[in-house]
């Protein structure tokens, strides 16, 4: 009597789900404001804590180099963001607490270990040891600015509010790496748009939860939303308004150095021969026309392989993506390209049977992305490409990364690709744009991405993974609480160690890192029934 | 390949759905800009309007009364707010346009045809006549202060912006009522606190969507935010937080107020005797203890319907919540109650002997329920209860209103209720707390709440519905988006003629309402792909 069933049509979606309104003797316990003060998430490789807590001098708290270390901009504009966090924390409160007969952690001292690099890479280094000693001196030391940047997240999560409202740290020893070196997140703003200050909100929750790239999926069928020097028809035609639902070159600048200066990556992807519909209609004649008997009816297929002007179309446009996004990879896409259209084109059966390659038109994909790839390399870009690719046979550079997404036995599928040598991504258990009543989290959080049949250097070449949260169904209304805090667990599972795997030990941290998110001005959505501290708009 | 399947263990959930990422040659057409511009949600019961616009006077507008109109408060107080509405819908173009030649549209004429009235009632008066004629002379007629209220919410919806960036209306006449008199919205703010802004954040949505309840679940199990001045402890000991996280009486007062202005009835929910946890922290020996064997095992149960003090109790707080929410109705709740705590306890089964009702939990229930409502009545409230009540064959006044939640055929249960001769409400439907990928709106949509056996005279007992929002997984940070648009579709369903059912006729429309919607400051999600002229945060 109290299961309800309910039927979906649309997307044939059965859910038999458990009455909303539990029986009252029966109801989850709520998640009550600290439930694990002073946690880190994701949890560090080790992380030794006592009992006893400083006072923090918040109003006077000081980050300072060690003497020997390196400087750097990177590190001087965490500074002052970390500085605005700490002071935010203690609310109005901070400026009660004066205790003089305790020591007080008045300041980090920041040691890095080599010079400054300019932009994070697959390649970084994020290692980072953080201590907070008894006599409450704390430091941070780390190989590379990347690691300094993680440890001082990891220093900002130390400092919880107790009770009485005072900002304190445990004595504290933290000696961490990630587990992978590729941990991302894919943003879609083709099938909404999504504004950059958007954008640039979630690049913090991404700096958070120690996410390392944004996969910018920039473009596809429905909207083009680019802004091209060489081709500016792109978005001209493309966008769903040329004005205002746009990313300029200075926007994409700005999200670029926003990403950077937190150590986080933007790989944009620009997918083809398919998902491209908008594209096509800043640029004629890229896109297969197609027919109905021997007439074109107005549709248009995936981009035409067979003409040159495609491929100097490519090259170009590629060019000049390769000079407004610094990362040295690009993601082609290659996924879901459909062979109906070239199938009703003569002139692609023409040129195919010239080519002596009549009615396989998967060959003919591997024709183009085989191009494209060529293309990409010339440039100077390492890739990576959707899992169909690989699939479908197409040969791809040996230092090609192969992102998993199709759901169906993935782990078979990593299995393969690693098989064949290529680097590999994960993302099909982390689709966050499918959503289902309850803690979702609980099974991204439990997928065990290394859990395929493979050797130890199989396992190896899976550097990493990313969760998805496709366009469809959010915008700037709604895709920040869609994304947070779901997206942590997949950030806890690619940074910390496999053994970290207990679902029932990170549900408190994960509600404190929860509440933490939206005090830092994430609106974070709830895990379970509770309450923060300081709730979202209170 | 593109099927993906997912199994959520802890609810019991198992999605079947196709692939996110569509082929490119089957995406679904995303809804773009004004899909249906100057059309009207809920869509009234007759609107007539032709191709004929006006432009709209926005800097000069002007709402005035009508020579022999009644005037109020209330209507004064929509004049300053749909003022404010129009000249934020021009943005920054609303000094542009000044023709010369067409004749503009340059105020609206309000003609109250009866005294105003205080407070919305259940048996309010809600329909009105609306004509803008071809001199573009506007006028709204109505005969009770929420007509004119309900007929300036559909004047501002006729307003659209042109391509060009131009406000105007069209040649319109519109005669319309709504087809329910109860059209509701639950929110819950026992699971999560929900900050008294964003309260009135989704009243203003309700008043958008011409909702005219809202169900103010406001204690339950987890947590009691109400602040009694009777029983201070109820909030000091039973809230998450007593100070942060709680409704005072000038809160409640200012929610009711807002929602008066509106046209919104405020209908509080004091659930018992399940349900009740968070009472009985400040109120000791209100609820049952819980035995293990011959001892108290420290849990809780429902409240103690054996002891004189818990009538006494009930007795004072209800007297309070009548003198401080204004409306004729209280919702009792009396939903879900576990008998397996009364079942344990000695003390309450010594007294069933004594009353002869030795092991018949439901008997025990009904007495306790019975004596609510006779106290309820005597303070001289209307009531509404959950279904189990009557389900449970408590004996109830003739005016009750029974609301059928529970969604295993719901229809079965409007039938026997309203054979019984009650009043009833649906809410089975429309729990939105459930959610799924895809544009679940479609189903609330298409569900018709008159489908059920029974007579004409049952059918008139139908007194309408309401879309629960359940507070488990909603707080602040989202709660917002997850109501609107989705709730939208339920406000339709509600006010709009039975014959105004088809889905694919409405998608332009409720696209068109969400992008009204987002523009007047509600974060209402999206439907589909596509994009607003303003989106959020853009």
């Not at 790989?267 to 519909?277: A, I, L, Q, R, S």
């Not at 090259?315 to 996924?335: C, P, R």
């Not at 109906?340 to 692609?348: E, L």
């Not at 080519?355 to 591997?366: A, V």
Request: charged share 20%; proline share 6%; glycine share 6%.
């Amino acid at each position: 009597m109290l299961r309800q069933l309910f039927f979906v049509t649309s997307i044939a979606v059965v859910a038999l789900a458990n009455s909303q309104r539990k029986l009252s003797l029966d109801f989850p316990t709520p998640l009550l404001g600290n439930t694990s003060p002073g946690s880190v998430w994701p949890q560090p490789e080790s992380h030794v804590s006592t009992a006893e807590t400083f006072p923090v001098a918040v109003e006077s708290f000081m980050f300072t180099y060690a003497s020997k270390s390196y400087k750097c901009d990177l590190v001087y504009e965490a500074f002052k963001r970390y500085g605005a966090i700490i002071i935010n924390s203690a609310g109005d409160q901070k400026l009660r607490f004066r205790p003089l007969t305790t020591p007080m952690l008045t300041g980090l001292e920041v040691n890095l270990m080599a010079p400054c690099e300019d932009y994070p890479s697959l390649d970084m280094d994020e290692s980072y040891a953080l201590d907070i000693n008894s006599m409450a001196v704390a430091t941070l030391t780390a190989k590379s600015v990347w690691g300094i940047l993680r440890g001082m997240e990891s220093f900002s999560q130390l400092l919880w509010e107790s009770d009485s409202g005072q900002i304190v740290a445990n004595k504290t020893n933290i000696i961490d790496k990630p587990r992978y070196a590729h941990r991302g997140i894919l943003l879609d703003t083709s099938r909404h748009y999504q504004p950059v200050n958007v954008i640039l909100e979630n690049i913090d929750g991404m700096a958070y939860n120690k996410i390392n790239v944004f996969h910018w999926h920039i473009v596809d069928d429905q909207s083009f939303p680019y802004v091209s020097t060489v081709y500016p028809d792109l978005s001209a035609k493309g966008a769903y308004n040329p004005i205002t639902h746009i990313y300029t070159i200075e926007d994409v600048a700005e999200v670029i150095e926003y990403a950077r200066l937190r150590g986080i990556r933007v790989v944009p992807e620009f997918d083809t021969p398919g998902h491209t519909t908008s594209m096509g209609k800043g640029q004629p004649g890229l896109l297969t026309e197609c027919y109905t008997g021997s007439n074109p009816n107005g549709n248009y297929g995936p981009i035409n392989p067979t003409v040159n002007t495609t491929y100097t179309f490519i090259q170009n446009l590629f060019t000049e993506v390769k000079s407004s996004f610094k990362d040295a990879y690009i993601h082609l896409g290659g996924d879901e390209v459909s062979f109906s259209c070239w199938q009703s084109n003569p002139a692609i059966n023409n040129w195919m049977k010239s080519h002596n390659m009549t009615g396989d038109y998967k060959k003919l994909e591997q024709v183009y992305i085989q191009q494209v790839l060529d293309i990409s390399a010339a440039i100077g870009y390492s890739y990576i490409v959707w899992q169909e690719v690989v699939d479908n046979g197409v040969k791809v550079k040996a230092d090609t990364v192969v992102e998993v997404w199709i759901n169906n036995h993935p782990d078979n599928e990593l299995a393969k690709v690693t098989a064949l040598g290529y680097r590999a991504l994960l993302a099909a258990p982390w689709y966050l744009d499918y959503i289902s009543t309850g803690e979702d989290w609980k099974r991204y959080y439990s997928y065990e991405p290394s859990n395929f049949n493979g050797t130890a250097e199989q396992k190896k070449l899976l550097i990493g993974g990313e969760a998805c949260l496709w366009g469809e169904y959010v915008d700037g209304s709604n895709v920040t609480p869609r994304l947070w805090p779901r997206a942590s667990a997949v950030a806890e599972r690619l940074w910390s160690p496999e053994t970290v795997n207990d679902v029932d030990a990170a549900t408190p941290r994960l509600h404190q890192h929860r509440c933490r998110m939206v005090q830092r001005g994430i609106p974070a959505e709830p895990l379970h029934p509770g309450y923060c501290k300081h709730e979202w708009r209170n």
